[in-house]
C-alpha cells in the first residue's frame, strides 16, 4: 500500500514538473526586444547598485482594473481620445536602428577598465499627430553630466532660497548625450538634424523645450571615444520637470512618464534620472512610488551609459494641458464598457492612471464602491493654505476663496445636525499630509469639495462614483478640473462667485443636494 502511494506521489510531482516547464517557456518573465536583451552577469556595473548600496529592484507594473493594452496601432483616428490619452504615437521614425552584428562584435569588449559589452547604439521615436510630440527611446547612450549647465539639484529647500530658475534648468551643450555608432561617415555628426527637430519635436509655444535641445545634443562617436563608468542596465527615464512644486503641473509630467512607459512596452516600471537641478520637494514621494528609483544627473560622477533611456514628452505636451487651449470632445468611460464596445469619444485612460497612483501607495484599486466610514461618507474639503514651495516663493499662497475658513466651519456645524445621514467632513490641509495621506484622503471621499487650485488635481486618484464641487472665484474662471472630472467621468458641480466671498448657505445648499443625489 505504501509503495502504491509512493508511486502516485512521483507521478503527481513529475506532471507537475512538466506542467510547470510548460507555464514557464511559454510565460516568460517579460517581453523585450532585442534592444533590452543586452544584459550580462559580467557587466552588472549601474548606478542604482553604487547610488543606493544595494542591487537594483525594478517594481511590477500592478494590476489595473482600467488598463487597456497600449500596443501599436496605426489606425488610432487623429485627436480621437485614444490619440489624446493613449497610444496615438503611431508613427515610428528609427535614427539608428539596432544591429545584433555590431552587438557580438564588441561583445566583451573592455576599455579602460570599463566593461563596453553589447555597445551597439540605437535611437527611435514616436511620434504623436494628434498631440505634436514625440517619445524617443535609445540603447548605448552616454550622458555626460559635465557638459550639462545646471544647478546640482535634490537639495533641502531651505540650502537653495532665493536660486533663480534659470540656475536648475539644464543647459546643454553639444556631446552632453552621445550614442556609439559604426558607420564611418556618420561618425563626429549629430544625431538630428533642425528639419526632424522642427517636424517630431516643434517648440510650438514653448519657450525652452528641454527634450528637444536633449536630442540636439547627442552626438555620434566611435568606439574608441565610448568610454563609460558606469553601465546602467534598466530601462531609466530621463526627466526635465516644468514647475515642480506644482501638484497640476507635476501630474502632467507623471502621466507623460507614465504614458512612454506603456508606449515603449517596458516590462517593469522604469528608473528615473531627473536631469534638471531641482531641489527636493514633497512631491518627490509620489515620483518615488510610481517608479522603480530617482537620482539627479548631477549625482553621478564621470561619465554614464544606458543601455535603455526614454524621453517622455513634456508636461506641457499632454492632453491635461492642451485641454486648458483646446477642444479635447472625450468622456470618461469604464474599461470593460469600452473594451466591449470601442468609442472614440470616449477614454478610461485617467481612471488607469488613477489607478496607477492609488496602487503606487499600496491602496486598492479593485473596489467600484466608496466604503462608507462608521460616520457615514465622506465630505473631504480640499484647503489652501500658506507653504514654501520652492526657491523663489514667499510662502504666501494666493486665497481663491476670501472666506474659506468660515465655508469651511459652516459645513462642518451643518453636518453634525444633518438627520438625513451622519456625515464625516475632512479638513484636507494638504500642505500638512504626506502625499499617500492625501491620496487616501481623495480615494476614500464620496464628495469632494474646493476652491479652484492645485490640489484638485489628485481628483485623478478619485472613486469612479466620486463627485466634485469647485467653488470658483470670477478672478480663476479656468476649466482644469471640470475637464478632468469630465474626461474621467466623475459628477462636477461648479459654484461660480462674483468675486472670492462664497455665502455659506450657498455652498450648504448645493452640497445638500449632491448628497441627496447619493441617497444621503
Not at 527637430?197 to 536630442?215: C, F, Q
Request: charged share 20%; aromatic share 10%.
Amino acid at each position: 500500500m505504501n509503495k502504491k502511494k509512493l508511486k502516485i506521489l512521483v507521478s503527481l510531482f513529475a506532471l507537475n514538473s512538466v506542467t510547470l516547464y510548460f507555464y514557464f517557456s511559454s510565460h516568460p518573465d517579460h517581453k523585450s526586444s532585442p534592444e533590452n536583451r543586452f544584459s550580462s552577469p559580467e557587466n552588472h556595473l549601474n548606478f542604482h547598485s553604487s547610488v543606493a548600496g544595494k542591487p537594483p529592484q525594478s517594481k511590477p507594473w500592478p494590476i489595473l482594473p482600467s488598463y487597456l493594452p497600449w500596443s501599436q496601432n496605426r489606425n488610432v483616428p487623429w485627436r480621437s481620445c485614444e490619440g489624446y490619452f493613449g497610444n496615438g504615437f503611431t508613427r515610428k521614425i528609427d535614427l539608428i536602428k539596432y544591429s545584433p552584428e555590431t552587438h557580438r562584435k564588441f561583445a566583451g569588449n573592455t576599455l579602460y577598465g570599463t566593461d563596453r559589452y553589447g555597445v551597439g547604439g540605437w535611437f527611435r521615436c514616436y511620434f504623436s499627430e494628434t498631440l505634436q510630440s514625440s517619445i524617443c527611446e535609445g540603447g548605448g547612450i552616454r550622458m555626460n553630466s559635465e557638459k550639462i549647465r545646471m544647478s546640482k539639484g535634490g537639495e533641502k529647500l531651505e540650502e537653495v532660497i532665493g536660486r533663480g530658475e534659470e540656475e536648475e534648468l539644464p543647459n546643454f551643450k553639444n556631446g552632453a548625450f552621445e550614442i556609439m555608432v559604426n558607420e564611418r561617415k556618420k561618425i563626429g555628426g549629430k544625431l538630428v538634424d533642425e528639419e526632424f527637430l522642427n517636424k517630431y519635436l516643434p517648440e510650438g509655444a514653448i519657450s525652452k523645450h528641454t527634450m528637444r535641445e536633449l536630442i540636439d545634443s547627442i552626438r555620434l562617436v566611435s568606439a574608441n571615444e565610448f568610454h563609460c563608468d558606469k553601465w546602467i542596465e534598466e530601462p531609466t527615464l530621463l526627466i526635465t520637470r516644468f514647475e515642480y512644486a506644482n501638484l497640476f503641473h507635476t501630474i502632467t509630467d507623471w502621466y507623460s512618464a507614465y504614458a512612454a512607459s506603456r508606449v515603449t512596452g517596458l516590462p517593469s516600471r522604469p528608473h528615473l534620472v531627473f536631469v534638471d537641478g531641482h531641489c527636493e520637494t514633497q512631491l518627490e514621494e509620489t515620483w518615488r512610488a510610481l517608479f522603480s528609483s530617482l537620482t539627479y544627473a548631477k549625482n553621478f560622477s564621470g561619465s554614464v551609459c544606458f543601455r535603455h533611456a526614454i524621453l517622455s514628452p513634456l508636461g506641457y505636451e499632454t492632453a491635461l494641458f492642451r485641454g486648458l487651449s483646446e477642444n479635447i470632445d472625450c468622456n470618461g468611460a469604464s474599461a470593460h464598457d469600452l473594451w466591449q464596445n470601442p468609442n472614440d469619444g470616449k477614454t478610461a485612460r485617467l481612471s488607469e492612471f488613477g489607478e496607477m497612483i492609488r496602487a503606487a501607495f499600496g491602496f486598492p484599486v479593485d473596489r467600484q464602491n466608496i466604503p462608507r466610514t462608521v460616520t457615514g461618507p465622506n465630505v473631504l474639503f480640499v484647503r489652501r493654505e500658506d507653504y514654501l514651495a520652492h526657491p523663489r516663493h514667499g510662502g504666501k499662497v494666493q486665497s481663491r476663496l476670501s472666506n474659506e475658513q468660515e465655508v469651511f466651519d459652516s459645513v462642518k456645524s451643518w453636518s453634525l445636525n444633518h438627520t438625513e445621514c451622519k456625515l464625516n467632513v475632512i479638513n484636507g490641509l494638504f500642505a500638512h499630509m504626506s502625499m499617500k495621506e492625501q491620496v487616501r484622503a481623495i480615494q476614500d471621499a464620496s464628495v469632494i469639495v474646493g476652491a479652484h487650485g492645485a490640489g484638485l488635481t489628485h481628483i485623478v486618484s478619485a472613486a469612479p462614483k466620486a463627485i466634485i464641487l469647485e467653488i470658483i472665484s470670477s478672478e480663476y474662471r479656468r476649466p482644469h478640473f471640470a475637464l478632468i472630472a469630465q474626461w474621467k467621468g466623475l459628477g462636477y458641480h461648479p459654484i461660480y462667485l462674483e468675486g472670492s466671498y462664497a455665502d455659506p448657505p450657498v455652498v450648504i445648499d448645493k452640497l445638500s443636494s449632491i448628497l441627496k443625489s447619493l441617497g444621503c
